[in-house]
C-alpha cells in the first residue's frame, strides 16, 4: 500500500473510532447494544447508519446521537490529562474484560498500559474496615504483587486504599467510577496520582464525571472483569464488595475471601461468602493457589468444532409480536424468551436490540431484560 492508501485507510480507521465513541456516549446504546450492533454491522459507522430503520422496527424512534462537537472536546481533554482510549476491539483491550457480556465499550486509561497483560487478581473491601483488616489487606497486596500478579482495585476508602498502597511498588491497576480528571475520596487525590504514574488508572465514565451511586456497580463489573479472581477482605452484608463477588461469579472467576469474627459486623459479608461456596484464604499463598493455570496436559481437547454456524439475524412481524408478548414490567432472563418463543438466539437479540434503541427496552443484571418506558 502507497502513502496515499496508507492516509485513506488511517483516515477510515479515525472515522470508525469516531464513530464508535460518538455511539457509546448516545442515549439507549448501553455495552451490551454496542456489542450487537458491531458483530451485527461490522463497525460503528455502518451500525449509526442502520439505527433509523432498528428503531422503527422497535416502535419508537432513533435514539438521539451524541453531539460530534462535544466528543471531540472530549477527545481532547482525554488528551490533555495524559490519557488514552481503549476501544473494545483494539489489541491492547483486556482480554479477560472482554469476555463479559458488558464489557466496557470504551475506557480511558492513564499509566502502563504493559500491567494489562499480567495476571491480575482483584481484592475489596469495606470502606469502613477495621485498622485489622486494613493492615492484612496492605500486607496480601504486596505479597501479591511480589509474586508477580497485578493487583486490581476500586481506589475508594478503607480496604481499596490499603491495597494500592501495599501494591503500588510492584504492580496495580485502580479502577474508578468517575472521571479520570476526577478524585474521590478528596483524601485520595496523592494515592490516585501514583496509581496513575506508577500503575494504571482506569475510567469507563468521560472526563469530568463526578462519581454517582449508579457508577459503582458499572466500576464493580471492571474491577471483576480484570481479574482471573476476586478476594474480599472485609464486607458487610449487601456491600458494594459483595457485588463484586457475585459479578466475578457470574464471569466464572475464582471468589476468594478472608474470614473474620462472627462478633464483626464487618465479616459477615466474608462469613457468608465462605459458608456459600467461596473459597478460604489466609495469605498469598492460598491465592496463587487458586488462580494457578490447569495443566494443559490435563485438559482433553474438543472431539468437536464449536463454532457458530452462521445464522439469520433478521426477525419477521410475528418473531416481533411473540417475543415482545412474552415482555413485562418484571425483568426474565433472555434464556427464557428463547425457549418460550421458540425462536433462534439470534432472532431473540435482534428484537431485543430494536426495543432497547426504541427506547422500550430495560436491561437488568444476569442478562435480564423488562418493558420499559
Given at each position: 500500500m502507497g502513502p496515499v492508501g496508507e492516509r485513506a485507510g488511517a483516515a477510515e480507521q479515525n472515522a470508525a473510532r469516531f464513530a464508535a465513541?460518538?455511539?457509546?456516549?448516545?442515549?439507549?446504546i448501553g455495552?451490551?447494544?454496542?456489542?450487537?450492533?458491531?458483530?451485527?454491522?461490522?463497525?460503528?459507522?455502518?451500525?449509526?447508519?442502520?439505527?433509523?430503520?432498528?428503531?422503527?422496527?422497535?416502535g419508537g424512534r432513533a435514539p438521539v446521537l451524541a453531539d460530534e462537537a462535544a466528543v471531540r472536546r472530549e477527545i481532547a481533554?482525554?488528551?490533555?490529562?495524559?490519557?488514552?482510549y481503549l476501544l473494545l476491539g483494539d489489541p491492547d483491550y483486556p482480554a479477560l474484560l472482554a469476555e463479559i457480556d458488558s464489557a466496557p465499550p470504551a475506557l480511558i486509561v492513564r499509566g502502563d498500559l504493559s500491567l494489562l497483560a499480567r495476571p491480575c487478581v482483584a481484592m475489596v473491601g469495606a470502606r469502613n474496615a477495621s485498622a485489622a483488616a486494613c493492615r492484612f489487606a496492605r500486607g496480601l497486596a504486596e505479597e501479591l504483587g511480589a509474586a508477580g500478579y497485578c493487583v486490581v482495585s476500586g481506589?475508594?476508602?478503607?480496604?481499596d486504599t490499603a491495597v494500592h498502597q501495599g501494591a503500588i511498588g510492584h504492580a496495580t491497576i485502580g479502577v474508578i467510577a468517575s472521571g479520570i480528571d476526577v478524585v474521590f475520596p478528596p483524601e485520595n487525590a496523592a494515592l490516585q496520582e501514583g496509581v496513575a504514574t506508577r500503575g494504571l488508572l482506569v475510567a469507563e465514565q468521560p472526563p469530568g464525571t463526578q462519581p454517582l451511586a449508579r457508577h459503582f456497580p458499572s466500576r464493580n463489573r471492571i474491577i471483576a472483569g480484570l481479574a482471573l479472581g476476586t478476594v474480599v477482605v472485609e464486607a458487610a452484608p449487601r456491600s458494594g464488595s459483595l457485588i463484586t463477588a457475585r459479578l466475578a461469579a457470574e464471569a466464572g472467576r475464582e471468589v476468594m475471601a478472608v474470614p473474620g469474627s462472627p462478633l464483626d459486623p464487618r465479616a459477615q459479608g466474608c462469613n457468608a461468602l465462605i459458608r456459600d461456596g467461596a473459597t478460604l484464604v489466609q495469605n498469598a499463598a492460598d491465592v496463587a493457589e487458586m488462580l494457578r493455570?490447569?495443566?494443559?496436559?490435563?485438559?482433553?481437547?474438543?472431539?468437536?468444532?464449536?463454532?457458530?454456524?452462521?445464522?439469520?439475524?433478521?426477525a419477521s412481524d410475528g418473531d416481533r409480536t411473540r417475543i415482545t408478548g412474552l415482555l413485562g414490567p418484571v425483568p426474565v432472563a433472555v434464556d427464557e424468551l428463547v425457549r418460550q418463543s421458540g425462536c433462534p438466539t439470534t432472532v431473540v437479540q435482534t428484537v431485543l436490540l430494536e426495543l432497547e434503541l426504541a427506547g422500550r427496552l430495560d436491561r437488568h443484571a444476569g442478562g435480564r431484560v423488562s418493558l420499559g418506558g
Open positions: 465513541l460518538r455511539l457509546i456516549r448516545s442515549a439507549n455495552p451490551v447494544t454496542f456489542r450487537t450492533l458491531i458483530e451485527r454491522y461490522g463497525d460503528a459507522v455502518a451500525a449509526i447508519e442502520a439505527l433509523p430503520v432498528l428503531a422503527a422496527r422497535g481533554t482525554v488528551r490533555a490529562l495524559g490519557g488514552r481506589l475508594a476508602r478503607g480496604i493455570p490447569i495443566d494443559a496436559r490435563a485438559v482433553r481437547s474438543p472431539g468437536r468444532s464449536y463454532a457458530a454456524e452462521p445464522a439469520a439475524t433478521d
